[in-house]
C-alpha cells in the first residue's frame, strides 16, 4: 500500500490506524521516518511493515536498507510505504506488479475544519 501526501497530511496516523485495526499492539512512536521501517509481528496477524522513504537520498542507501527486498521477497507481508513516488522507478515497478495487490492512498492536505481532509484509496492493476 503506497501512501502518499504533503508533510504532516496523516500519512503515518492512517498506517497506525490500519496496524491498530489489524490487532497490531503499537508503540508510542508515530512515523518511521527515523527509523525507515518499522516490522510488525503478532501470532495471528499477517506480517506488516511500515515505511518511510522520505529521508532515504539515493539508489545505493534504498538498496542498502533492503527496501527492494522487502517488496518482492516477503509477499505474504503487508508493506505500508510513505513517499515511495520519490523513487518513481520503485514507485512504476511496484504499481506493475501483477503480485501482488496494489493499493494507493492519496491524503489530501488540511481543509477549512480542523483536522478534515480528503482521502482517496485506489486499488492498482
Known amino acids: 500500500m503506497l501512501l502518499e501526501g504533503p508533510m504532516g497530511a496523516g500519512k503515518s496516523t492512517f498506517a497506525r490506524a490500519l496496524l491498530s ?10 512515523s518511521p521516518t527515523f ?3 518499522h ?10 511493515v511500515h515505511l518511510d522513504l522520505y529521508r532515504i537520498e539515493d ?6 536498507a533492503g527496501i527492494h527486498s522487502m517488496f518482492w521477497e516477503t509477499p505474504d507481508a503487508i508493506i505500508l510505504s510513505e513517499w515511495t ?15 501482488h495487490d496494489r493499493w494507493k492512498v492519496q491524503i489530501g ?11 482517496s ?5
Open 21 to 30: 485495526g489489524l490487532g497490531f499492539r503499537l508503540p508510542p512512536e508515530g
Open 85 to 99: 513516488s520519490n523513487w518513481p522507478l520503485l514507485e512504476s515497478a511496484l504499481l506493475e506488479d501483477p503480485r
Open 39 to 48: 516490522d510488525y509481528s503478532e501470532p495471528g496477524v499477517p506480517r506488516t
Open 109 to 119: 492536505e488540511v481543509q477549512g475544519a480542523p483536522f478534515r481532509r480528503s482521502i
Open 121 to 125: 484509496i485506489e486499488r492498482v492493476g
Open 35 to 37: 527509523a525507515i521501517a
Open 59 to 64: 539508489e545505493q542507501e534504498l538498496e542498502a
